[in-house]
Protein backbone atom coordinates (compact mmCIF):
# COMPACT_ATOMS: atom_id res chain seq x y z
CA UNK A 1 0.00 0.00 0.00
CA UNK A 2 0.89 3.54 -0.91
CA UNK A 3 0.34 7.03 0.07
CA UNK A 4 1.72 10.56 -1.01
CA UNK A 5 3.16 13.02 1.86
CA UNK A 6 2.24 16.12 -0.38
CA UNK A 7 3.41 19.76 -0.53
CA UNK A 8 1.34 22.08 -2.61
CA UNK A 9 3.16 25.50 -3.88
CA UNK A 10 0.76 27.25 -2.07
CA UNK A 11 1.67 26.00 1.16
CA UNK A 12 5.14 26.35 0.76
CA UNK A 13 7.10 29.68 2.19
CA UNK A 14 8.60 30.19 -0.79
CA UNK A 15 10.95 32.64 1.11
CA UNK A 16 14.57 31.13 0.41
CA UNK A 17 17.98 32.08 -0.81
CA UNK A 18 19.25 33.23 -3.47
CA UNK A 19 16.05 34.24 -4.43
CA UNK A 20 12.28 33.17 -3.63
CA UNK A 21 10.25 31.90 -6.37
CA UNK A 22 7.02 34.11 -7.40
CA UNK A 23 3.39 32.71 -6.12
CA UNK A 24 0.83 33.14 -8.88
CA UNK A 25 -2.21 33.51 -6.95
CA UNK A 26 -4.71 33.07 -9.12
CA UNK A 27 -3.28 29.67 -9.96
CA UNK A 28 -1.41 29.00 -6.69
CA UNK A 29 1.51 27.75 -8.57
CA UNK A 30 4.97 28.77 -7.86
CA UNK A 31 6.78 30.16 -10.73
CA UNK A 32 10.53 29.70 -10.97
CA UNK A 33 12.74 31.77 -13.37
CA UNK A 34 15.05 31.02 -15.94
CA UNK A 35 17.85 32.84 -15.36
CA UNK A 36 18.00 32.93 -11.53
CA UNK A 37 19.03 30.00 -9.37
CA UNK A 38 15.81 30.03 -6.89
CA UNK A 39 15.28 27.78 -3.56
CA UNK A 40 12.07 26.86 -1.23
CA UNK A 41 12.62 25.35 1.88
CA UNK A 42 9.88 22.50 3.20
CA UNK A 43 9.91 20.51 6.26
CA UNK A 44 8.78 17.13 6.52
CA UNK A 45 7.72 14.67 9.26
CA UNK A 46 7.83 11.36 8.37
CA UNK A 47 4.14 9.89 9.66
CA UNK A 48 3.43 7.02 11.54
CA UNK A 49 1.57 4.84 8.70
CA UNK A 50 4.64 4.92 6.91
CA UNK A 51 6.65 1.39 6.65
CA UNK A 52 9.71 2.39 8.73
CA UNK A 53 13.09 1.90 7.16
CA UNK A 54 11.51 1.44 3.17
CA UNK A 55 12.78 3.69 0.62
CA UNK A 56 10.88 7.07 -0.38
CA UNK A 57 10.39 7.99 -4.21
CA UNK A 58 10.66 12.61 -4.12
CA UNK A 59 9.25 14.10 -7.00
CA UNK A 60 8.03 17.21 -8.51
CA UNK A 61 4.50 17.93 -10.29
CA UNK A 62 5.32 20.72 -12.71
CA UNK A 63 4.85 22.26 -16.36
CA UNK A 64 6.27 24.76 -18.47
CA UNK A 65 4.90 28.28 -19.00
CA UNK A 66 5.41 28.67 -22.80
CA UNK A 67 4.91 25.91 -25.64
CA UNK A 68 8.80 25.97 -26.38
CA UNK A 69 11.57 23.05 -25.94
CA UNK A 70 14.34 23.01 -23.40
CA UNK A 71 15.01 21.25 -19.98
CA UNK A 72 14.50 22.15 -16.85
CA UNK A 73 17.11 21.19 -13.98
CA UNK A 74 15.18 20.55 -10.65
CA UNK A 75 17.30 20.19 -7.70
CA UNK A 76 16.40 18.75 -4.15
CA UNK A 77 18.82 18.70 -1.32
CA UNK A 78 18.14 17.12 1.96
CA UNK A 79 19.16 16.27 5.47
CA UNK A 80 17.94 13.87 7.64
CA UNK A 81 17.07 14.22 11.78
CA UNK A 82 15.90 11.70 13.40
CA UNK A 83 14.32 12.29 16.88
CA UNK A 84 16.96 12.38 19.93
CA UNK A 85 19.99 12.42 17.04
CA UNK A 86 21.69 15.21 15.43
CA UNK A 87 20.84 16.48 11.86
CA UNK A 88 23.54 15.44 8.96
CA UNK A 89 26.28 17.40 8.62
CA UNK A 90 25.87 17.98 4.91
CA UNK A 91 23.24 18.49 2.18
CA UNK A 92 22.39 15.09 0.24
CA UNK A 93 21.90 16.42 -3.04
CA UNK A 94 19.29 15.08 -5.91
CA UNK A 95 19.07 16.37 -9.25
CA UNK A 96 16.45 15.39 -12.23
CA UNK A 97 15.84 17.15 -15.72
CA UNK A 98 14.04 14.65 -17.09
CA UNK A 99 10.18 14.09 -16.55
CA UNK A 100 9.06 10.69 -16.30
CA UNK A 101 8.04 8.22 -18.75
CA UNK A 102 4.46 8.64 -17.98
CA UNK A 103 4.68 12.46 -18.68
CA UNK A 104 6.54 12.51 -21.90
CA UNK A 105 7.34 16.65 -22.65
CA UNK A 106 5.35 17.56 -25.39
CA UNK A 107 6.55 21.02 -25.11
CA UNK A 108 3.05 22.64 -24.34
CA UNK A 109 2.41 25.43 -22.30
CA UNK A 110 1.22 24.36 -19.14
CA UNK A 111 1.20 20.39 -19.76
CA UNK A 112 1.41 18.83 -16.55
CA UNK A 113 5.10 16.67 -16.03
CA UNK A 114 6.27 14.72 -13.09
CA UNK A 115 9.69 14.66 -12.41
CA UNK A 116 11.46 12.23 -10.23
CA UNK A 117 14.29 12.44 -8.23
CA UNK A 118 16.90 9.38 -7.14
CA UNK A 119 14.89 7.30 -4.59
CA UNK A 120 16.03 8.31 -1.35
CA UNK A 121 17.15 4.92 0.84
CA UNK A 122 15.69 5.25 4.16
CA UNK A 123 17.44 1.90 6.10
CA UNK A 124 17.21 2.51 9.72
CA UNK A 125 14.77 5.39 9.84
CA UNK A 126 11.53 5.13 12.02
CA UNK A 127 8.52 7.34 12.30
CA UNK A 128 8.11 10.89 13.07
CA UNK A 129 12.02 11.64 12.30
CA UNK A 130 12.03 14.84 10.11
CA UNK A 131 13.55 15.57 6.68
CA UNK A 132 14.63 19.20 6.04
CA UNK A 133 14.29 20.09 2.05
CA UNK A 134 15.25 22.79 -0.12
CA UNK A 135 14.12 22.46 -3.37
CA UNK A 136 15.23 24.87 -6.68
CA UNK A 137 15.63 24.97 -10.44
CA UNK A 138 19.01 25.15 -11.20
CA UNK A 139 18.25 27.63 -13.88
CA UNK A 140 21.73 28.69 -14.39
CA UNK A 141 23.12 24.82 -14.71
CA UNK A 142 24.35 24.40 -18.35
CA UNK A 143 21.42 21.32 -18.37
CA UNK A 144 18.95 23.42 -17.97
CA UNK A 145 18.54 25.01 -21.39
CA UNK A 146 14.15 26.02 -21.16
CA UNK A 147 14.40 29.66 -21.37
CA UNK A 148 11.31 30.73 -19.81
CA UNK A 149 9.33 29.89 -16.12
CA UNK A 150 8.69 26.28 -14.87
CA UNK A 151 5.76 26.35 -12.43
CA UNK A 152 5.76 24.02 -9.76
CA UNK A 153 2.25 22.94 -8.48
CA UNK A 154 3.67 20.08 -5.84
CA UNK A 155 6.26 18.74 -4.56
CA UNK A 156 5.32 15.28 -2.69
CA UNK A 157 7.06 12.18 -1.91
CA UNK A 158 5.57 8.61 -1.69
CA UNK A 159 5.55 6.14 0.71
CA UNK A 160 4.79 2.63 1.83
CA UNK A 161 2.25 2.26 4.57
CA UNK A 162 2.24 -0.63 6.54
CA UNK A 163 -0.21 0.55 9.05
CA UNK A 164 -2.85 3.35 9.98
CA UNK A 165 -0.29 4.18 12.54
CA UNK A 166 1.22 3.43 15.11
CA UNK A 167 0.78 1.46 18.74
CA UNK A 168 2.59 4.15 20.98
CA UNK A 169 3.02 8.25 20.76
CA UNK A 170 6.36 7.78 19.66
CA UNK A 171 7.56 4.62 18.87
CA UNK A 172 6.07 2.23 16.03
Avoid: C
Avoid at 83 to 105: C, E
Wanted: net charge negative; charged share 15%.
Amino acid sequence: VWDDLMFPATSINPSGAPAAPALDNDNGWLSFDPTTQQVIAIQVQLPHRWKEGSTIYPHVHWAKSTAAAGDVVWQMEYKWLPIGQTMDAAWTVLAVSTPIAATPDGNLARQHLISSFTPVVATGKKVSDMLIIRLSRLATDAADTYAAAALLFQFDIHIEIDALGSNTEFVK
